[in-house]
């Protein structure tokens, strides 16, 4: 009965193994590796596993790499399945001018936003932040409409970019601080005030929109960095993605 539930990333792929496909299953084994180590899976990571019976995966890092860990998942008996942006699924209904366009984690991020509120018996408006290689900032109505949302570089990316762009930008990596007097905090405060900018700046347009305040859920491998320096309520949800892609199995198996 066990589900693998994969996010494949810009940066690193996240798996975790649960017991079963259903939201809040317990998770069995999980961990995560590099693009760069990948092919190494099957003999590493996964090698001692319980031979999982599902999988459901999530990947924004193309085709190529996408085929790259369905050699490995030939480890098992299971077919290879990856969730794809569509118009409605799992309760959630997608804004998008082209549907099939809109990122796959961040499809699968607002259906597991959406089960999250749910599972509370929240049905207000939700903010979701995705704050990995890429930041992305995405609103979801109390109806469970995506209305749309940002994508924005995160905080490595525009780093990288500083560095290449200037000449006087190579330094060590700095703290956040409301006045930064150098140039590694203006650096560093620079980049994680733009993405909490966005995030403050959805938010108000989002319980504009609604007439309501949004909660927000934030996840990604960054998301801690980010969410000291975040100055309206949030949580932190680390699974945002595999929740999602429980709800989503979960909703198939269903129908
Ligand atoms: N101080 C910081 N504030 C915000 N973001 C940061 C900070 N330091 C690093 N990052 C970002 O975090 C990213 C790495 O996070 P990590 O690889 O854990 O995320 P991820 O969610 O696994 O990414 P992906 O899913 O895109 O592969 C880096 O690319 C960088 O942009
Ligand atoms: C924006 C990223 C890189 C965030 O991981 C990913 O969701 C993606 O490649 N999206 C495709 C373009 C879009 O969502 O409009
Ligand atoms: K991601």
Not at 51 to 71: H, K, Q, W
């Amino acid at each position: 009965m066990s589900f693998l539930a994969i996010d494949i990333g810009n940066t690193r792929l996240k798996w975790a193994q649960y017991a079963s496909p259903q939201p809040g299953a317990a998770v069995l084994a999980q961990g995560a590796a590099f693009l760069e180590t990948i092919d190494e899976l099957a003999d590493a990571q996964w090698k001692n596993l319980a031979p999982p019976t599902s999988m459901l995966g999530c990947n924004v890092a193309g085709d190529a790499v996408r085929r790259r860990v369905e050699e490995q998942l030939e480890l098992w008996d299971l077919s290879p399945r990856w969730a794809v942006s569509t118009a409605h699924d799992g309760g959630v209904r997608n804004g998008y001018d082209h549907p099939g366009r809109l990122g796959a984690d961040r499809w699968v991020a607002l259906i597991g936003a959406r089960s999250h509120a749910h599972a509370r018996g929240l049905d207000g408006p939700v903010l979701v932040v995705m704050i990995g290689t890429a930041v992305t900032v995405d609103a979801l109505d109390g109806e469970g409409r995506f209305l749309g949302g940002f994508i924005l570089p995160g905080h490595g990316i525009m780093l990288r970019a500083l560095e290449s762009g200037t000449a006087g930008l190579h330094v060590p990596t700095g703290e956040v601080r409301d006045f930064p007097t150098n140039t590694s905090d203006a650096l560093t405060s620079g980049g994680t005030f733009a993405i909490t900018g966005a995030i403050e700046h959805m938010h108000r347009r989002l319980q504009r929109h609604c007439g309501r305040a949004p909660i927000t859920l934030m996840t990604g491998g960054a998301g801690w960095k980010v969410s000291p320096h975040l100055d309206i309520p949030h949580e932190l949800v680390e699974s945002l993605i595999f929740d999602g892609l429980l709800a989503l199995q979960a909703h198939r198996l269903a129908l």
